[in-house]
């Protein structure tokens, strides 16, 4: 193969959605003229609004992150004791789990979705077990009936992490139906964002109020403060943000839908490279392009994979490595043993995601494979 030149410069992961600069300049103007600059005012009631059609949920309310209202979830379906998650997520899952002095048990996952295997969950079911908090990881539903079905069986609250999984339907269901509560990141990284942000969709406008509490101190009115409460507010700025943003998201989805076409079809052929396909039925959001490497067929280690890549200035990512279940402070649980969890740790070692976002244009996408190709070994 001919010689072919890296990238000039850092070739990220991911790039941020932007708003466009005189609509962004134009909505700071009218938010600091308001001089409400936080605590739920104008802008955060509208961008709830808009946000709860667009991911068709009754309920929903935003946050300053996904982690700090994925802790307001656990505290607002009063869970305790053990709640039963996946080791192949982002450390903010599992230690949301902590920080509420929940005890996180491992449940190995699916060689295919890479979502926690409902089939395991029973078996570690115990009298302490309260909830259930399964990722959709790379925005690929979970078994959504048959985790609702164990969770119905034994009187447990699901509590789904949707921080990959924006936009995301189920035979035209949208995701945040599922479960009791879902959360949704809007961290800079991720399809949609408010730079910093998050939120908690429901169905049930009780907890909605217990929610918007929660993130208010506890706050209930003038004279009341019902219980311990967090500062888990979004901003009036980034709530604007927001607002321009979501104008763009679909383009952005599309984009990407297209790239991670163009991906499939230039790397499809490479032995001991896997590409995941959409599902039948699923509306897919593809928030990461993830790929699966067999070191023995195609003749490197992820690892090493990874590291050739950086040679062209491809910044790839480990995504989920290290395994929350192998972190220092979780690896001496007993459900984080490896041997109870081989696929998970089998799959941490094997998943690379390539660049993907929607600035990104045809001409990368074929470089990217170019490169991989060339330093596939023959
Ligand atoms: N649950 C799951 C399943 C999650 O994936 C996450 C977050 C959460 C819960 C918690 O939600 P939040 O509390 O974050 O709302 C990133 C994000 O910080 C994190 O939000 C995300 N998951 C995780 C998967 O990825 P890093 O450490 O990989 O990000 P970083 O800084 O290396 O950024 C990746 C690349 O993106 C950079 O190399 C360059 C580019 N980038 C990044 C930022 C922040 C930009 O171009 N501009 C930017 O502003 O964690």
Redesign the pocket.
Known sequence: MDHIEGFPNPF?????LMPEWDELSRIMKSVFESNQLSNNGKMVMELENQLADFLGTDCLSVFC????A?QVACRALRLSGEVITTPF??A??VHALTWSNLKPVFCDIQEDSLNLDPDLIESLITEKTTGILP?H?FGTPCNVEKIQQIADKYGLKVLY?A??AFGVKIKDKPIASYGDIS?F??????IYHTI???ALACNNPYLKERLDSLRNFGINNDSTVKEPGTNGKLNEIQASVGLLLLKKVQAEIEQRKYLTDLYRQLLHDLSGLQVYQDIEGIRHNYPYFAVKIDQHQFGLTRDELHEKLLQYNV?S?K?FYPLCSNFQCYKDLPSASETKLPIANKTANSILALPLHGRMCESDVKKICTIIRKVKPK
């Open positions: 990220y992961i991911t790039q941020p992150n996904g982690t700090i994925l997520t982002f903010a899952t990722v990881v992490d921080a990959h959360m990141s809007f961290h800079a990284t991720k910093e942000g998050g910044i990512r995504y």
